[in-house]
């Protein structure tokens, strides 16, 4: 290929700038992480069918969890993922042309909230349970087993904050950690005016 | 008799009830999971179901001698030959195939052309035994997990867990489908449901929430179309086998010819516009007409017609049309700004689009455009050598001239399927089944076999050619002897090289000619013999001026398949191409120009 054809034409940079691809050669792809909430049928097969999808196109997947919904024949999977502009289109096209797909709806960007559930167990005693039941504190955890050198605590956050939570926990000898993944959910459309 | 009569005889042999009205005396009647399921059929009006017996149906087959369903079962051979028999039925007649295999291996079988059909939207519904309920997941006789393993090669896939289920669950399948982008769907039958005692019900209503068939066709959008025509000096319809799929071949022609945009389609497109239309630029892509590829790398709009940017038409996406807007009208939202992005897309029935576009679009002036396409035409044209050897290429345009244009092609994978898609000059939709997204070698004969059924069924009266190569051939020439069983008169041909040609012309140009277990001379058998022991007629021709004699003889058999081996030169190669992963302007023309022809 000579120096030229590196030159792009205007319709091959309208093309990059829709894929979300750089446009100067060289540049770093530019993935984002994105929120994807799906109601599929409550099926066994639905399940399996989305995380197959993600595993036979080659897509990542960072997180799932799944539940079943006001509905009972109604799960709801949320999907973390990664890609730039392109990929993620191409994903929720692909989980909506699964046949078992009630809705797909990308939250990133939108006004939502996210929570994850973690569970952490924390070998401690003395001085230093006082120090893990202080950041606890600050966290807005609980403690929900105790034992005379184990402390078993459980925080409901962002993700964000339940990484910095583990993370601080680090220094405590940690034991065991259990992470629901996150789920989100859209925020109602406020009514003009009012504010939270 | 012909095959003519022999339609019609059957046609009106069969004076009986189709779909609904053939099952109404059933509904509400206890009978076996078994029969549910051959009266599910019926109502379906499946007319040939390509099947194989096992353990797992043998009710159903033991009902089948019982109750003498209203369809034709052949008996295929390998259930391979099955699934791809039920594909070429479906692409011939537009209808949807039928397969009915054992569990297990019958079930792993057809797994090469449920993938087949998948890639090819290919409406077909794959009924696999199952071992009964009970036993699932215990590693029983003849288990295998036909769910998880058919998963991401179907539109969808069922287990049925009870008798009453199945005909919901066959009128569905029979409805994914048809409908919206076609493809393979599995139903999976344990045994101890087919032997269940359950009420026969029918409702005509689907109701999936999870499925509909789009239909993104707005004013906006047309006129935005509109305007984009109207701006292009360059337009191209480019056409993919989403067109026929719509049946919208007659729509789509009249649309080039009202606007007098030039057509190029890809290799499934073919016959979706006639190709001695003086707007047609035959195929496109990696073996296409090097001045489609020209027309494509400048043009200043593409108008992509139910076709998917495969990387076989693009080449290098990168480079692919630099300077072209692009329309796409696809059924599948899927395809939309997969590998190209489409600046104004129509999720929508092609059909649909096009009718309501056509009024809206005034006829363009393109002359100057038009002038220069047929300049690359002249500078490049498609030619091989005429020096008294045997080439595929001769033979071809013999069977072109024999056939008229008329015949339902089925080719296989490799150099004979390029070299039909060059030179047979397709008029017809569902006049060219080949497989094109998953490239399965021992496609055609089988194909060809299911094709042969589904016009008879239809009472359709035309042609099958089946073009091979001498090593596909191989891979389902089992199916030889359920077309003689039949009297199917399938035309099949064998261009025999000695060679797996394509691997062979790769390892030339690319590998330096290490013919690397590509040489089939000694390994090949006496296909004359084999024709024949399979109730073939049989004929062969090594020099040019027998392949007249031998086609002419070979139309003349219409009571079974006539086996024609041409022995052809071994050298040839498929040209122009477009080397894997490069973009559309670097064709090579020859073996003696591997310097681009840019
Ligand atoms: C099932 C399968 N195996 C392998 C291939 C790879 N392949 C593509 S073309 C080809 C050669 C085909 O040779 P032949 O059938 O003699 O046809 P020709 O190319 O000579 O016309 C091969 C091996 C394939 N497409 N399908």
Not at chain 1, 74 to 79: G, H, K, Q, V, Y
Not at chain 2, 334 to 356: G, H, M, P, R, T
Request: glycine share 8%.
């Amino acid at each position: 290929m000579n120096e030229e054809a590196l030159t792009l034409t205007p319709q091959q940079l309208i093309r990059k700038r829709a894929a979300g691809e750089p446009v100067e050669p060289g540049a770093p792809p530019q993935a984002q992480q994105h929120i994807i909430n799906v109601l599929v049928e409550n099926s066994m097969g639905a399940l399996i069918r989305v995380v197959n999808m993600f595993s036979a196109r080659g897509f990542n997947l960072d997180s799932v969890t799944v539940g079943v919904t006001e509905d009972s024949t109604i799960s709801r999977m949320c999907i973390v993922t990664r890609g730039n502009d392109r990929v993620i289109s191409q994903i929720i096209r692909q989980l909506n042309r699964l046949v078992d797909t009630i809705a797909v709806y990308d939250v990133t960007g939108t006004d939502f909230v996210e929570r994850e559930l973690c569970m952490i167990k924390i070998r401690c005693t003395g001085e230093k349970r006082s120090e893990v039941l202080q950041i606890n504190e600050i966290f807005r955890g609980r403690v929900v087993d105790v034992t005379p050198d184990i402390l078993a605590l459980e925080i409901v956050g962002p993700t964000k904050k339940v990484d910095a939570f583990v993370n601080l926990m680090r220094t405590h000898g940690i034991e065991e950690v259990a992470r629901s993944g996150r789920v989100a959910m859209q925020r109602a459309p406020q009514p003009a005016g009012s504010e939270i | 008799m012909s095959s003519a009569s022999t339609a019609a005889a059957l046609a009106e042999s069969q004076p009986r009830l189709r779909g609904r009205d053939a099952v109404q005396q059933y509904i509400g009647k206890k009978m076996s999971g078994a029969e549910i399921f051959l009266h599910a059929l019926e109502a379906e009006d499946a007319r040939v179901v390509f099947g194989h017996p096992g353990g797992a149906v043998i009710h159903v087959y033991d009902e089948m001698a019982r109750v003498k369903p209203n369809f034709q079962h052949v008996l295929v051979r390998h259930e391979q030959g099955g699934t791809h028999a039920a594909e070429g039925y479906a692409k011939a007649t537009g209808q949807v195939g039928t397969v009915l295999v054992t569990s297990g291996p019958g079930a792993t079988n057809t797994v090469t052309g449920i993938a087949d059909a998948f890639m090819d939207s290919v409406p077909i519904v794959v009924f696999t035994g199952q071992v009964p309920m009970p036993l699932i997941g215990n590693d029983a006789f003849q288990e295998t997990d036909t769910l998880g393993v058919t998963r991401s090669i179907t539109k969808h896939n069922y287990l049925v867990r009870s008798p009453d289920d199945i005909p919901r669950i066959v009128h569905e399948a029979y409805h994914l489908a048809r409908t919206g982008r076609p493809g393979p769907v599995v139903v999976d039958l344990p045994k101890d449901v087919l032997m269940a005692e359950g009420v026969f019900q029918f409702d005509e209503e689907i109701q999936m929430r999870g499925y509909s068939v789009p239909d993104d066709c707005d004013e906006i959008r047309l006129h935005r179309a509109v305007r984009m025509i109207e701006k292009s000096q360059r337009p191209l319809l480019y056409v993919g086998g989403g067109t026929i799929n719509s049946n919208a071949a007659e729509v789509l022609t009249e649309f080039a010819h009202h606007t007098n945009i030039p057509v190029t389609t890809s290799l499934h497109g073919l016959g979706a516009f006639p190709e001695d239309d003086p707007l047609s630029l035959g195929m496109l892509g990696m073996h296409g007409m090097w001045w489609a590829n020209q027309a494509v790398q400048h043009a200043d709009l593409i108008i992509a017609v139910g076709a998917r940017f495969d990387d076989r038409v693009t080449g290098m996406v990168d480079r692919w049309a630099p300077h072209a807007a692009i329309i796409h009208i696809e059924i599948d939202k899927s395809c939309i700004s997969k590998n190209i992005y489409a600046d104004l897309a129509f999720n929508a029935d092609v059909k649909s689009v096009l009718e309501q576009l056509r009024p809206l679009v005034k006829p363009k002036k393109v002359k100057r455009w038009l002038n220069k396409i047929q300049d690359w035409r002249d500078e490049c044209p498609l030619t091989y050598a005429d020096d008294g050897e045997l080439r595929p290429q001769y033979v071809l345009e013999k069977l072109r001239a024999r056939s008229g244009g008329d015949a339902v092609v089925c080719t296989d994978v490799g150099q004979n399927q390029m070299w039909a898609a060059q030179y047979l000059k397709f008029t017809q939709p569902r006049t060219h089944i080949t497989s094109g997204g998953l490239g399965t070698m021992g496609f055609s004969l089988p194909a060809a076999l299911g094709a042969g059924f589904g016009l008879r069924a239809y009472g359709i009266d035309k042609t099958v050619i089946s073009i091979n190569g001498d090593g596909g051939f191989m891979m389902n020439a089992q199916e030889l002897a359920v077309a003689s069983a039949h009297g199917i008169p399938l035309k099949v041909v064998i261009m025999n090289n000695n060679f797996l040609g394509m691997v062979r012309q790769w390892q030339e140009l690319f590998h330096e000619n290490r013919f690397s277990h590509t040489d089939l001379t000694d390994t090949n058998p006496d296909f004359v013999q084999l024709a024949r022991a399979s109730r073939c007629a049989a004929l062969r021709a090594e020099r040019p001026d027998q392949v007249d004699d031998v086609i002419e003889k070979a139309w003349k058999i219409n009571d079974r398949p006539v086996v024609m081996e041409f022995r052809v030169v071994k050298e040839e190669m498929v040209f122009p191409m477009v080397p894997a992963g490069k973009s559309s302007d670097e064709m090579i023309t020859s073996r003696h120009a591997p310097e681009t022809f840019v």
